[in-house]
């Protein structure tokens, strides 16, 4: 099972509005609404900020929403914060025997 | 609250077995629908999923490690382990223990702090 393709980085500046994009596979990301993303800052475990494509858990600001087109996911930043400088991660169901499989990682820095 | 706490070696020989234990608190593995997996991250690199188990003892594996990995529960214990046979440097990690959201919704809402596995003789 490959891992999902991220970009490597993505920087905006505080207040603008950043998208990470996420791409698989008609078995992973395209055929399932199950794709969640993940912030990762330095040193601490990571934490969960969208699930089911578009849902957020208690807590998330709504600045981080979710969205899925075919076999690409995207997450989006709005009102970039400095303490949303972090790294990211995107996460499918597969309908291989594996059942989860995480993105490449992205690096976001603002500016 | 949900808490889980990742423990075990923090240096381990090459060949060698590795023995995690993840202790949880909050809910409860004998409750229907609960699901607690285990994800690594080499140091500077991605996350990557092993293994997880549900309440009712399903067990699902990473097929590339599949033949390495045991996952297990203690209900009474509120504890999960892993251990992963043949250890090599390349499994040199940080290992993380995260919960399930949900019965079989694919996202884990909590987790442990991790625990650095070395792989070094």
């Given at each position: 099972q490959s891992a999902l393709t991220q970009p490597a980085s993505v920087s905006g500046s505080p207040g603008q509005s950043i998208t990470?994009?996420?791409?698989?596979?008609?078995?992973?990301?395209?055929?399932?609404?199950y794709v969640?993303?993940?912030?990762?800052?330095?040193?601490?475990?990571?934490?969960?900020?969208i699930y089911e494509v578009s849902n957020r858990p208690s807590g998330v600001p709504d600045r981080f929403s979710g969205s899925k087109s075919g076999n690409t996911a995207?997450?989006?930043?709005?009102?970039?914060?400095?303490?949303?400088?972090?790294?990211y991660y995107c996460s499918s169901y597969t309908s291989s025997s594996s059942l989860y499989v995480f993105g490449t990682g992205t690096k976001v820095t603002v500016l | 609250q949900i808490t889980l706490k990742e423990s075990g070696p923090t240096l381990v020989k090459p060949t060698q077995t590795l023995t995690l234990t993840c202790t949880f608190?909050?809910?409860?593995?004998?409750?229907?629908?609960?699901?607690?997996?285990?994800?690594?991250?080499?140091?500077?690199?991605?996350?990557?999923?092993?293994?997880?188990?549900?309440?009712?003892?399903?067990?699902r594996y990473s097929p590339s490690l599949k033949s390495r990995l045991t996952i297990t529960k203690d209900t009474s214990k509120n504890q999960v382990v892993l251990t992963m046979t043949n250890m090599d440097p390349v499994d040199t990690a940080t290992y993380y223990c995260a919960h399930e959201i949900a019965a079989h919704r694919?996202?884990?809402?909590?987790?442990?702090?991790?625990?650095?596995?070395?792989?070094?003789?």
């Open positions: 990470i994009s996420c791409t698989g596979t008609s078995s992973d990301v395209g055929g399932y609404n969640s993303w993940y912030q990762q800052h330095p040193g601490k475990a990571p934490k969960l900020m995207s997450l989006t930043i709005s009102g970039l914060q400095a303490e949303d400088e972090a790294d | 608190s909050g809910f409860s593995l004998s409750t229907s629908g609960v699901g607690v997996g285990w994800i690594r991250q080499p140091p500077g690199k991605a996350l990557e999923w092993l293994a997880l188990i549900y309440w009712n003892d399903d067990k694919p996202a884990f809402d909590y987790w442990g702090q991790g625990t650095l596995v070395t792989v070094s003789s």
